[in-house]
């Protein structure tokens, strides 16, 4: 079995929760409070500039062939996914600089901060492995709530939930796992499960963090 593969089933009561958890449900259906999306959108934007710095780190480390794939996605996040971003910014009524400035929640702060370290201290294949939930838990959102989306009636719900499900996207994921099954040696498997484990569990908290609008207690 493949790495991408194994780490998939042995985490699959956690990704059960990401699949059925009420943001997710309630945005692809067009019932999510807006001010819960515009929520999400701030520290989302966050989370990709980290994403996007991991990548470069990746890169700095890995082999021509890794270190090509990481460079495009750091490249991908910079100017596709970031300007996309900033124009729902614009249409949410927020300024760039208001989006930049506003402190990360604590989950947020917590899973940039887990994906730095892993990224940095670890080897290219740890730092893939860590990124990798992001990427595959959105499609396979997508992939279970599409139908949803022909009765959902926010246009900006709709456009935002459709970009994951472009052939674009789908081939992203699929040459980044290619690289992962590719790069591992079978062995130290209990470590790559660990970082992926906790990867996968931030990004059903980054979930909550944004249903809840997370806020620093004190």
């Given at each position: 079995?493949r ?5 998939h089933?042995?985490?699959?009561e ?8 009420p943001f ?5 259906e067009?019932?999510l409070?807006?001010?819960?999306f515009?929520?999400?959108?701030i520290?989302d934007?966050?989370?990709l500039?980290?994403l996007?710095?991991c990548y470069s780190?990746?890169a700095?480390?890995?082999?021509p062939t890794?270190?090509?794939i990481a460079l495009?996605i750091?490249y991908l996040?910079a100017?596709i996914?970031?300007?996309?971003y900033?124009k729902?910014i614009?249409?949410l ?13 604590p989950t947020?702060?917590?899973?940039m901060?887990?994906l ?7 080897t290219?294949?740890e ?8 990427f595959w838990t959105y499609?396979?959102?997508?992939e279970?709530?599409k139908n949803?989306l022909?009765s ?6 709709r456009?935002w939930?459709?970009?994951y ?5 789908r081939?992203l ?5 290619t690289?992962?099954?590719?790069l591992?040696n ?5 470590k790559?499960?660990?970082?992926f484990r906790i990867?996968?569990?931030y ?5 909550t963090?944004?249903?809840s ?6």
């Open positions: 079995m790495l991408s593969e194994r780490l089933e042995d985490v699959k956690i990704w059960s929760k990401i699949l059925s958890h997710v449900v309630e945005l692809y067009g019932k409070p807006l001010y819960k515009k929520y999400y959108v520290q934007y966050n989370y500039v980290t996007m710095r780190i990746i700095a480390k890995a082999d890794t270190a090509a495009k750091a996040d100017t996914e970031i300007e996309n900033k729902i614009e249409k009524g927020l300024s760039l600089s208001e989006v930049i400035e506003t402190e990360p929640a947020a702060l917590a899973y901060n887990f730095y370290t892993t990224c940095s201290q670890g290219p294949l730092g893939l492995i860590a990124t990798l939930p992001c499609l396979e959102i997508a279970k709530h949803k022909d959902n009636p926010v246009e900006l719900y456009a939930c459709q970009a499900l472009s052939k674009e996207y081939e994921l699929n040459e980044i796992r690289i992962i099954d590719n591992w079978r062995e130290n498997y209990e790559y499960l660990k970082i990867a996968s569990k990004e059903y908290m980054f979930w963090m944004a249903y609008m997370e806020k620093w207690p004190i």
